[in-house]
C-alpha cells in the first residue's frame, strides 16, 4: 500500500535514489521538488519527469546537467522561464519560486499536485489535505480561480483521472471544471492537443473522455458535441476504451494503428459518426483540436476506409483485399478503427490476418514494363 501518512510518505522520498542524485547536486541550496513527481511517488507509481524550484533555476539546471550527464535549456520567455535538465530518460524542470512556498502552493490547480518536499530531507509540506486526499483516491481543485488563470488546468484534470486509474474528481471538483471549461479556447491548439493526447493513452481513456464530455470541456473545443447526449458520449467512450485496448494489445500493428487513430473518436461528432463520416469535417475538427493538418487528414482518412473495411472483413476474400490494397500505409489504422466500432462481431485475428497478407502484398516485386518484358 502506498505510505499515505506523513511519516510514511517522508520515509518513501528519503529512500528515493533519484531526489537522492538531485540533493547531491543542490547541496546548500533551498530547493523543493513540486507537483506529480511527489503524488506519482506516494501513489506507487514509477516517474521520470521533475519539477523543482529554486532561487537560481539556471546556475542549479546547470550544476544538474553537468553531474547527471546531460543537458539543460530554457523554456519560456523571461520573466516566466523554466529550466529542463534531459539526462536519458530523467527530466527535470527548474523554475523560480514566484513569491512564498503557501503563495506556489495555493496557485496550483489539483490537491494532489499540492505537496512539497524541502531537499534533502524534508519536512514535507502538505497545506491542503493532499496526503488525505491521495489515499482517498479523491481529487479536489485547490481554488476555482486557478482554473480560470489557466484553462488548461480543466483539461489537465481529465488527463489525470484518464492516466492515474486510483483518483477520481470529486463531484465539486466537476462542477467547478464544467464551470471554466468554456475558457478552454483561449488555450494554445498545441497545447490541448499535447493534453488529449496523454489522456487517449491513458489506461482509463475512456473515464477520461467521459469526464471530458460531461463537464462541457469537448463543447467548448468543438462545437458538434452541444447536441450529444449521455447515450453518444457513452458510445464515443466505447470507442475510446476499444482502441486503448488494442493500443495495448501484444499485435504490433494494431496497437499503433489505434494509437494512430484514437483522436477520431473525440471528432466523431463532428463527422456525423454514427450515421456517417464526412472525412473533410472530421480532418477539420482534429485541427481544430490541434492537430496538425497533414495528421489530421490521414486520420479523417483511415476512419473512412475503416468504415468501408468493417463492412467486408467478416466475409474476407476479394473484397476485402481491394479495400486493404486502397488502403496501404493506412491499413493498420483504418483495421484498428473497424474493430473498435465493430465491438464482438469482428475478430482481431481476421485482422491479423489481413494485415499479414497486406505485408506480402507490399512486399511483392515490381511489374515488369514493357521493354523488360
Known sequence: ?????????????????????????????????????????????????????????????????????????????????????????????????????????????????????????????????????????????????NLRDDPLRVLRAARLVATRPMLRLTAEAEVELRAAAHLLPRSARERVAEELRLLLAGPAAERGASVAARCGMLAALLPAWEGVDAAGARAVGDVVAALGALARAPARQLAQGAREVAGAALVAPSAGWPGGWDVAAAADALVRLGWPPREARRVAHAVEIGRSLAAVLPAGGAATKRVAARAGALLPAAAAWALAVAGDELSPASARRLLAWWRRFEARPALLAGDEV
Open 1 to 145: 500500500a502506498p505510505p499515505l501518512t506523513s511519516t510514511g510518505a517522508a520515509r518513501a522520498l528519503l529512500a528515493s535514489r533519484t531526489l537522492a542524485r538531485i540533493a547531491a547536486v543542490s547541496e546548500g541550496a533551498d530547493v523543493f521538488v513540486v507537483g506529480g513527481w511527489l503524488r506519482d511517488r506516494l501513489l506507487g507509481l514509477v516517474t521520470r519527469d521533475l519539477d523543482l524550484v529554486a532561487a537560481s533555476p539556471a546556475a542549479l539546471a546547470a550544476r544538474l546537467a553537468e553531474r547527471l550527464g546531460g543537458s539543460s535549456f530554457p523554456l519560456g520567455r523571461p520573466p516566466l522561464v523554466t529550466w529542463r535538465v534531459a539526462a536519458g530518460s530523467l527530466h527535470v524542470d527548474v523554475a523560480a519560486l514566484q513569491g512564498s512556498l503557501e503563495q506556489d502552493v495555493l496557485r496550483r490547480d489539483l490537491t494532489v499536485n499540492t505537496l512539497v518536499w524541502r531537499l534533502p530531507r524534508g519536512p514535507l509540506l502538505d497545506l491542503v489535505g493532499a496526503l488525505d486526499d491521495l489515499a482517498a483516491g479523491r481529487v479536489r481543485v485547490v481554488r476555482a480561480a
